[in-house]
């Protein structure tokens, strides 16, 4: 034959042509080992494994110097080294070392001597020079660039079984040296260029490709045997010629069916190749399961298990999931039926980009029917082998797509669908293609591609359940929230709350905002310390007490003294720290006391000034015995209050000092709105962390900034009632009076006839102290009436007859909103009407 004129397959060692048919007969080993950055091997294939006797699991993490064949690592009689000494020689240019050490920007290759252990040895014991072999290695270096952290890629082969030629065909190759030359320079040379990626180690479609893209550019990987005899490198090396595998296995077959015996070497042939085999597949599983369930992710998952397979299994990989695996729910036990919808997650492949994309994008969702190999194993849970899609299969399949003819992608391809089940169901199934002119799927790979498929739907399943407890825990957490107005008396609010990374979504930080007699609002942050729905659970307990007693209207010191003798009844497994403040917009004050908790900043309006209130720190509540002091501050109106827990501006390794001080300056920062000044704080908080290289926060956060804007005090109307029934007519004029002075007539009305019932209540009920009418022009009309009694009054259904309960039933139907609070003194009983547009 003449060597490099073959037209039907490049020329390949392995495919045994010219001077490289000496060797079809046995096995040339490639090594491919990738060396990272800091001169670690990565990488180290089988033929690795094989050439250097050196197991995977020793040689990753290493040095490479140690382990591949530099010049003069160790002079010849040293026999201090694990695996002996190596030389280099037949002066090919610089050795091995240079490309190691990064001095090389440009591709080498030589060939060295080294001696190895006969056996693959476990451990680091040196072994005997009895125990040692010698081996004559060519290698190949490639410098590599590029985003990951791949520096350099070696080949490697043993040279001495090109000379261990038939004797009895007297045919040894004399001359063998490994080189460089462009692909283009051999027939098939895109056949050549696209099995490249079967000799690099397993990794995704961008990296594969990447790394193909300046092998093609550096120089194709050669054995010269003379001038003009070069045969390049393919992944035909380290198995016997197909021609001659497929020889052997028909006159095995010939003999069993003849019930002749095996001959012996035919026999140790057919064991050696499926040991080979066998061992190879599992060394893929391995692979493939280090790489995908990185993350509990299920988007992230996916995309892993589709790259995982492609190319090294298959040249295209479709993931199809269940719409409620998708959709992170529940689904009915039992077999899939034709009316179950399947959606299309992930497609990966090695054709030119957008071909398949275009025609099966992802994201579609679509049913199978009952005819498809596809309906066969979904309702099965076992794989099925489609060794060449024939036309009329091609055809069923297409019929499946609306207005889209996929017949091209399909036809006379080798088809495998593997089921993705965790726990006896079916989650989904992958469906893998390969080219036609690449060796069909078989019976091991059906194997492969089953155990393959469970490994993924078991990595699946966890991260689908994590999606869905994630999904749980986040719907559990917004519901324990509340939702505050934007606005109320006198202040505007806006909030965030983050969930933290660490120990699950769920955890028990807190804000709230409570309405007050007087135009107040109280603002409340909270932390229980711990992460889970136990501490989540307690943070609701806490943040409806808190709602409870500010009703109440405690002292915010008070207050807090009543939450830690509740958090004592509750238990001791749990401490909580609370921050609460009650803001007075008529007389432009806060009054705060604190439990344990990080002070709150205060940003001055006039001159942009921001400081940490320097509050009395108090024990966390649920320490139990301990006093709380209350401070009262004097405001401006649009001043700012920036409350927060801790998860904002504390990381491990930080001090708190650093995350307060960031605080301070990002909240002075002018900002559009509120809400624009609550994202400005949180990204000044994560970039000081990450330039420290302290990584992201763990712990959730919660965040309440409050404008304190005020009431002006030509808003506010106040009048003292004495107990007389006549003065509910006094209270009917003055109301009247102040509305038309305020530009709200239409309001006068149902204004009048709300205080007149509840005016002619208190007066009623009320025992020694005057009443209290009160009148506060804000976003809305404000109307509260202060007595003395401390019984609620309560809705009740009046009839026809009934000569109580429509007082309430009158201002409940007229009132935009109405309540009821207990005080001091007393009860408060308030009502508000939307003013009217102008």
């Known amino acids: ?57 020793e040689a990753i993490g290493r040095p490479a110097v140690d382990l591949l064949p530099v010049s003069g690592a160790l002079p010849e009689e040293d026999e201090a080294a694990p695996y002996g000494p190596y030389a280099a020689y037949d002066g090919l240019g ?60 070696v080949l490697a082969a043993d040279a001495g079984g090109f000379h261990r030629g038939d004797a009895d065909e007297g045919t040894v190759v004399e001359r063998i040296a490994p080189a460089f030359a462009l692909h283009t320079d051999f027939p098939g040379a895109d056949e050549l260029a696209r099995r490249l990626p079967e000799i690099l180690p397993s990794m995704s479609v961008e990296e594969g490709a990447r790394i193909v893209a300046q092998i093609l550019e550096l120089g194709y990987p050669v054995l010269e045997f003379s001038q003009n ?48 085999a066998v061992r190879e597949r599992l060394e893929f599983l391995n692979e493939v399961s280090g790489r995908i369930g990185t993350s509990l992710d299920l988007s992230r998952t996916i995309v892993e298990v589709s790259k995982a397979v492609v190319p090294r299994f298959t040249d295209v990989a479709g993931t199809y999931l269940r719409e409620q695996v998708v959709a992170g729910e529940g689904f009915p036990d039992g077999v899939p039926d034709t009316t179950t919808m399947w959606h299309r997650v992930a497609l990966e492949h ?44 091609g055809h069923a399949i297409a019929s499946q797509f609306e207005k889209r003819d996929i017949r091209p992608l399909i036809s006379n391809r080798s088809m495998l669908i593997v089921p993705l089940k965790a726990r006896n169901v079916v989650l989904g199934f992958m469906i893998l293609l390969r080219h036609p002119e690449r060796v069909e799927f078989n019976d091991m790979d059906r194997v492969t591609g089953a155990e393959l498929a469970a490994r993924a739907g078991l990595v699946l399943d966890n991260a689908r359940m994590y999606t869905y407890q994630e999904s749980v825990a986040e719907t559990l957490q917004d519901s324990m929230l509340p939702h505050i107005p934007p606005r109320m008396a006198g202040c505007d609010i806006a909030t965030r709350y983050l969930p933290g990374t660490l120990l699950g979504r769920v955890g028990g930080d807190w804000f709230d905002s409570v309405k007050l007699p007087g135009a107040r609002t109280a603002l409340v942050v909270g932390d229980v310390m ?44 749990y401490l909580a720290t609370c921050l609460y403040a009650v803001y007075d917009p008529i007389a432009g004050e806060l009054h705060i006391a604190n439990a344990g908790h990080i002070p709150p900043v205060l940003v001055r309006a006039g001159n942009g000034a921001s400081e940490l209130l320097d509050l009395p720190t108090g024990a966390p509540i649920g320490v139990g015995g301990v006093p709380f002091e209350a401070v009262r501050v004097r405001v401006e109106p649009g001043d700012r209050l920036v409350m927060c827990t801790d998860g904002l501006v504390e990381v491990r390794g930080e ?34 962390f990450s330039e420290a290289g302290l990584g992201g926060r763990k712990d959730d956060v919660a965040l309440l900034m409050t404008r304190l804007n005020g009431i002006e005090p030509d808003h506010v109307a106040e009048w003292r009632l004495r107990l007389d029934p006549a003065e509910a007519g006094r209270a009917r004029a003055v109301v ?49 009436v202060d007595d003395d009694d401390h019984d609620l009054p309560t809705l009740l259904s009046a009839g026809p007859g009934a000569e109580v309960g429509r007082g309430l039933r009158v201002v409940s139907t007229l009132a935009r909103e109405w309540g009821t609070s207990r005080t001091k003194a007393g009860k408060t009983v308030w009502f508000e009407l939307t003013l009217p547009r102008r």
């Open 1 to 57: 034959m003449d060597r490099g004129t073959d037209r039907g397959t490049p020329p390949s060692l392995g495919a045994g042509i010219g001077a490289a048919e000496t060797v079809g007969a046995g096995r040339i080993p490639l090594a491919v080992v990738v060396v990272d950055r800091d001169g670690l091997v990565s990488h180290w294939s089988s033929g690795a494994r094989r050439l250097f006797v050196i197991a995977k699991e």
């Open 94 to 153: 610089p050795d091995l070392e240079s490309s190691l050490d990064g001095a090389l920007s440009y591709p080498a290759a030589g060939r060295a001597r080294l001696t190895v252990p006969g056996s693959e040895r476990g451990g680091t014991g040196s072994p005997s020079p009895e125990e040692r072999r010698r081996v004559d290695v060519l290698w190949w270096a490639y410098p590599l660039v590029g985003p990951g952290r791949e520096r350099l890629l």
């Open 229 to 276: 005899d070069r045969v390049p490198v393919t992944p035909d090396w380290g198995v016997a010629r197909r021609a001659e595998r497929k020889a052997r296995q028909e006159r095995a077959a010939r003999a069993v069916a003849a019930g002749e015996p095996l001959p012996q070497e035919l026999a140790d042939e057919v064991e050696d190749l499926e040991y080979t």
């Open 350 to 393: 090695t054709d030119e980009p957008g071909r398949w994309e275009d025609v099966v994008p992802v994201g579609e969702a679509m049913p199978f029917p009952a005819h498809t190999p596809f309906f066969q194993c979904m309702t099965s849970g076992e794989p099925v082998l489609v060794p060449r899609i024939s036309e009329e299969m």
């Open 530 to 573: 711990g992460h889970g729905l136990n501490s989540a659970a307690m943070m609701g307990q806490l943040r409806t007490a808190v709602q409870t007693m500010a009703a109440l209207d405690l002292p915010p010191a008070q207050l807090l003294r009543n939450l830690d003798d509740l958090a004592q009844r509750l238990g001791d497994t």
């Open 655 to 688: 001090d708190i000092g650093v995350g307060l001080a960031t605080l301070c300056e990002s909240a002075a920062h002018p900002a559009a709105s509120m809400d624009d000044a609550c994202d400005t704080i949180i990204r000044a908080l994560a970039a000081t």
């Open 736 to 784: 009247r009076e102040q509305l038309h002075e305020w530009g709200l007539a239409k309001l006068a009305d149902p204004a009048e006839l709300m205080v007149s019932e509840i005016v002619t209540n208190a007066l009623r009920h009320s025992h020694s102290r005057p009443v209290d009418l009160r009148l506060v022009r804000g976003d809305t009309l404000l109307c509260e």
